[in-house]
């Protein structure tokens, strides 16, 4: 028996729908708690080619809410482990593990080759850089967010509103999966999510999953709204470092402790810049640093009560 006939059988998808899914190049980037139902769930509906991106190893502390890996697979690359078991699950398709970090600089090219892009990183740097990317290419962008007990996901661009449309500040600024928790068939659920919605697109069902945000609270209820007529708010947009101008006023709030090296070779150190803090010249941009973003995006907040000029941020990732 044909190993997809569980699913073509159904009037939805039919052999055409199979093809279309045969024929789909789907961006995956995260192979975490998010992204390995992801994989697992396009992997098997036989989406032909995917490319995850991810240079993250995996840990002891990942196996709670990513079952797919193992004790004795603790130091490997996830995007590499992934490749490795969703080609033993289906031997037909095409997946590419890319060992980097999703930055400005590198999603252009690599949303350019997708029809589709689906954030799994569960990073407000890389969710914004993705919708901001998706939105002038018009590439479809799925994503998620999950923390504690609760999360969301939402199919934004590729003709509907982008992230910053429902979301204009990152949520929960202040808590990461490290610091607040989560449990893992939280984050399994909205990954499963993620890949119903992510099919629904690649075989033109309707309604379009695009423009639809769909939210799982503490208690396990559901709920869910459009919002296709959204206005586009404008907010701060991330940048590369190859992006930095000689000009530039660059702040980095990370202390000497987090990095030894600052962003720049002339950065101002200052982890209380925002509400305090010299202004750029006439003119001229300031781009604010830190580890992961959030910490530059209140600053920027905060910078913008006081100077109305050009702000960019720096996610450096460590």
């Known amino acids: 028996m044909n190993r997809y006939a569980r699913q073509t059988i159904l009037p939805e998808i039919g052999l055409d729908g199979q093809k279309k899914l045969q024929t789909a190049h ?22 032909g080619h995917i490319t995850v991106v991810d240079p993250d190893v995996i840990e002891i502390s990942n196996l709670h809410r990513q079952p797919l890996y193992r004790e004795n697979q603790t130091g490997q690359h996830k995007a590499i482990a992934a490749q490795q078991a969703m080609q033993k699950l289906n031997s037909t398709i095409e997946i590419v593990p890319i060992l980097e970090w999703l930055t400005p600089a590198n999603a252009p090219a690599l949303v350019a080759k997708a029809d589709l892009v689906l954030d799994c990183a569960d990073s407000h740097a890389v969710s914004y850089t993705l919708s901001d990317i998706c939105l002038a290419a018009r590439t479809p962008l799925i994503s998620a967010s999950a923390l504690g007990l609760e999360g969301y996901v939402g199919g934004y661009c590729g003709g509907a509103p982008s992230l910053r449309a429902i979301f204009p500040d990152p949520t929960d600024a202040s808590a990461t999966c490290a610091t607040a928790g989560v449990l893992g068939p939280i984050v399994g659920t909205l990954g499963c999510i993620q890949s119903r919605m992510a099919l629904s697109h690649l075989l033109g069902m309707t309604p379009s999953p695009l423009g639809q945000l769909i939210r799982m609270d503490a208690a396990m209820r559901f709920s869910q709204f459009r919002f296709d007529t959204a206005p586009e708010i404008p907010g701060p947009h991330f940048i590369a470092i190859e992006d930095l101008r000689p000009d530039d006023m660059v702040v980095d709030l990370r202390t000497s402790n987090e990095a030894p090296r600052p962003a720049t070779p002339d950065a101002l150190r200052m982890p209380d810049y925002g509400t305090i803090g010299p202004l750029p010249d006439a003119n001229k941009r300031a781009v604010i640093a830190c580890r992961s973003g959030l910490r530059a995006w209140r600053a920027a907040n905060c910078l913008s009560k006081r100077w109305q000029g050009e702000v960019a941020l720096l996610a450096l990732y460590q």
Do not use: C
């Open 26 to 47: 789907v961006l995956v980037v995260g192979a975490g708690a998010l992204g390995v139902p992801v994989l697992q769930y396009l992997t098997g509906a036989g989406v």
